[in-house]
């Protein structure tokens, strides 16, 4: 049985996870936030830090020298374009930039792991700690993940937590299958022909286009045709010309935001959307362009893995929760189990607590311990079974 985490740890770990509160980094501009974590975890003596794995990534390796499973283990860097309302005194210094998703706590979480592995070094195989940039954009799992530095650190399992508001606090919520939505933004640019606003007849506007197209795209996950499970499509935003009472426009933006439970269900729901496009091109002659962005995919549990899971929160003392639906939210994790045998987890944050996103939210340093202790016993369990088998 590892050792409990001690109260001085503890403590260690909440002050950084309040510094790292008060010092966000947007995704892609996490260089300090790095720097924060490669000084906290060079005290525990790791066997290799690598850094700049995938824009500001880093990882620490400990290695038992010995053959074994190799376990990563990950948290995000990042945090989001949103204003800081609350009053405390590790409130962000940056105006519209925050940690509102709890990032800082899932850092100070693998930090507080590091200072366990500190002095329990993994008895067989290495344990790896990520701390992985650029995962509110979509962007970052991917890029470290085909970061040629990733070759030395790749593992045999993944795992990684996120805090849920909204559960009871320190209670450990799991799923077997799809645990996070698969999700992308959908953008299309409409180029029509402006003209006066007297003489509409003498240009194209995109007008009917884009009514019709809002109408069509919601209707797509109504349809039923094909899916397997859960989709949904969500109108974000929409722009027809500018604020210019005598020009008729010939210019439109709409987005939408796609989610499916399975990644094949969200290449259904594309391809139909491209249809009904190319159709509605063709009747208003219109032209459109077609772009994606923060692309996720479904982050799917590994059964035999999630058994690892709901094995360490019955050695941890925790409450579990066994969830029957995915989440409907995205996590670029998707990308680590889609390689490797791999679970994402939650830790509920409170059933009262801020909602994630929301701006007086902030991360319930109650829940650290809990983390931290699931982390350290999946790392144990999986030696166990690697013994066992």
Not at 36 to 49: A, T, V
Not at 117 to 135: D, M, Y
Not at 236 to 254: D, Q, S
Not at 271 to 290: E, M, R, S
Request: with cysteine; charged share 20%; proline share 6%.
């Amino acid at each position: 049985m590892p050792p409990v985490f001690g109260n001085n740890q503890l403590k260690e770990i909440i002050k950084l996870r309040k510094t790292l509160h008060s010092y966000p980094e947007l995704s892609g501009n996490e260089e300090q936030t790095a720097g924060r974590i490669k000084s906290f975890i060079k005290e525990s003596n790791p066997d290799k830090i690598i850094e700049g794995l995938g824009g500001f990534g880093i990882a620490a390796v400990y290695n038992s020298g010995k053959p074994g499973p190799s376990v990563l283990l990950r948290a995000d860097l990042d945090a989001l374009p949103i204003d800081e309302v609350n009053g405390f005194s590790h409130r962000s210094q940056y105006q519209d930039v925050s940690h509102k998703c709890g990032h800082d706590g899932h850092m100070a979480i693998l930090a507080g792991v590091s200072t366990m592995l500190k002095s329990i070094r993994p008895s067989e195989g290495r344990v790896i700690l990520l701390f992985q940039p650029e995962e509110e954009n979509g962007q970052g799992a991917a890029k470290v993940i085909s970061d040629p530095k990733f070759e030395a650190i790749r593992p045999d399992y993944a795992f990684a937590l996120h805090n849920l508001p909204g559960y009871e606090k320190n209670a450990v919520v799991f799923k077997e299958g799809p645990f996070a939505s698969a999700s992308t933004g959908m953008i299309m640019d409409l180029q029509g022909r402006s003209s006066h606003a007297a003489h509409p007849e003498q240009g194209n506007s995109p007008v009917h286009i884009m009514t019709e197209l809002m109408q069509g795209l919601m209707h797509i996950p109504q349809s039923e045709s094909g899916f397997h499970d859960f989709v949904l499509l969500t109108i974000i935003h929409a722009r027809l010309g500018e604020v210019a009472f005598g020009t008729n426009p010939g210019k439109a933006l709409l987005m939408a935001t796609l989610r499916s439970y399975f990644d094949e269900d969200m290449a259904i729901m594309k391809n139909k959307a491209v249809q009904l496009i190319n159709k509605l091109q063709k009747k208003h002659g219109i032209n459109c362009d077609i772009s994606y962005t923060e692309e996720f995919p479904a982050t799917i549990n590994n059964p035999r893995v999630t058994e690892i899971i709901q094995q360490a929160i019955s050695r941890s003392g925790a409450k579990s929760i066994h969830i029957e639906k995915p989440f409907r939210w995205s996590e670029d994790f998707g990308h680590f189990t889609a390689e490797y045998p791999g679970a994402l987890f939650g830790i509920g944050a409170g059933k009262d607590h801020a909602s994630l996103h929301n701006h007086d939210y902030d991360f319930p340093d109650e829940i650290l311990e809990t983390g931290v202790n699931m982390f350290i016993h999946i790392a144990d369990q999986l030696v166990k079974l690697n013994k066992n088998v």
